[in-house]
């Protein structure tokens, strides 16, 4: 997989600006089939910056009603990449 296919984009909310000021956190939506050496690879290669460690969930995707048709919203998978200190990364 490609670096841009592994890494789909990064995810910006309260939570993870607060995460990226006070613990040099970030959260990334990545590539279901990916694992944890890969998005660290594709971070560090795309970022140019140093992981040291990398946190991941598989996220469910909630049942929507669309009129009398139920549906699903997509399943994804979420990642939280840790940067040594002297690293961060400007998303905003």
């Known amino acids: 997989?490609?670096?841009?296919?592994?890494?789909?984009?990064p995810l910006i909310?309260?939570?993870?600006t607060h995460f990226a000021n006070n613990k040099n956190s970030y959260s990334f939506q990545v590539n279901r089939?990916?694992?944890?050496?890969?998005?660290?690879g594709a971070v560090e290669r795309l970022y140019s910056v140093k992981v040291t460690?990398?946190?991941?969930?598989?996220?469910r995707g909630k049942p929507r009603r669309r009129?009398?048709?139920?549906?699903?919203?997509?399943e994804w998978?979420?990642?939280v990449v840790v940067l040594d200190e002297q690293?961060?990364?400007d998303l905003f």
């Open 13 to 16: 909310t309260e939570q993870s």
């Open 77 to 79: 998978k979420k990642a």
């Open 87 to 89: 690293y961060h990364i």
């Open 53 to 59: 460690n990398v946190r991941t969930a598989n996220r």
């Open 67 to 74: 009129g009398r048709f139920m549906g699903r919203t997509p």
């Open 33 to 40: 089939k990916a694992n944890k050496h890969q998005i660290k």
């Open 1 to 9: 997989m490609d670096d841009h296919e592994i890494v789909i984009r």
